[in-house]
């Protein structure tokens, strides 16, 4: 099984600010079958990220994600009111399916 | 727009199956590859497992014993069941949809509980 970790859990930031994840896979993701998902607080995830670098339908232009083999990063390049929530990577190259921890973003 | 609901009871007893079911609007399920999720409160996402058009399937190794996911095409509908659960199976349970292993498309989630 492929264990993600993500770093850090919690970002505090002010709206404009850049936001930079991190998650790290103990083995290889294969193909870059890396996701990256946003859930706020009573709602489903929503797919922002996929194949490690590209952007989910819908997801603007200041989401943008990159990485390959253990090392993944998602940044948002000037965070909007909308964008503080719990984000997380997702590998599905390799049964079983597995999530990272998660990475809150929240208002400094 | 694919759209996805669940549907089922939100509370079950202990050692008793929890059975959902999941709709889809908006797009075919017979090209989908169609997974369950689940997230206890407060805590993270757990894949369940999935099955695709053929009827094939593949589960978690850690509820393995106790999943059964299964297709209803004509209805555009699958479906969960989860055996002799406990109160560690309480959580949000999410259906979801894609191509591949990808889940691109989520149903808003519904709330079981297990309890007596």
């Known amino acids: 099984e492929i264990v993600l970790t993500q770093s850090p859990g919690t970002l505090s930031l002010s709206p404009g600010e850049r936001a930079t994840l991190s998650c790290w896979a103990s083995q290889s993701v294969s193909s870059s079958y890396l996701a990256w998902y946003q859930q706020k607080p009573g709602q489903a995830p929503r797919l922002v990220i996929h194949?490690?670098?590209s952007r989910a339908t819908g997801i603007p232009d200041r989401f943008s994600g990159r990485g390959s083999g253990t090392d993944f990063t998602l940044t948002i390049s000037r965070l909007e009111p909308e964008d503080f929530a719990v984000y997380y990577c997702q590998q599905y190259a390799t049964s079983p399916l597995t999530f990272g921890g998660g990475t809150k973003v929240e208002i400094k | 727009q694919v759209q996805l609901q669940e549907s089922g009871p939100g509370l079950v007893k202990p050692s008793e199956t929890l059975s959902l079911t999941c709709t889809v609007s908006?797009?075919?399920?017979?090209?989908?590859?169609c997974n369950w999720f689940r997230q206890p409160p407060g805590k993270g996402l757990e894949w369940i497992g999935y099955i695709y058009n053929s009827g094939g399937t593949n589960y978690n190794p850690s509820l393995k014993s106790r999943v059964t996911i299964s297709l209803d095409t004509p209805k555009d509908q699958f479906s969960l069941k989860l055996s002799s659960v406990t109160a560690a199976d309480t959580a949000v349970y999410y259906c979801?949809?894609?191509?591949?292993?990808?889940?691109?498309?989520w149903g808003q989630g519904t709330l079981v509980t297990v309890s007596s």
């Open positions: 979801a949809t894609g191509t591949g292993w990808l889940a691109q498309h």
């Open positions: 194949g490690a670098s």
């Open positions: 908006g797009g075919s399920i017979s090209t989908y590859y």
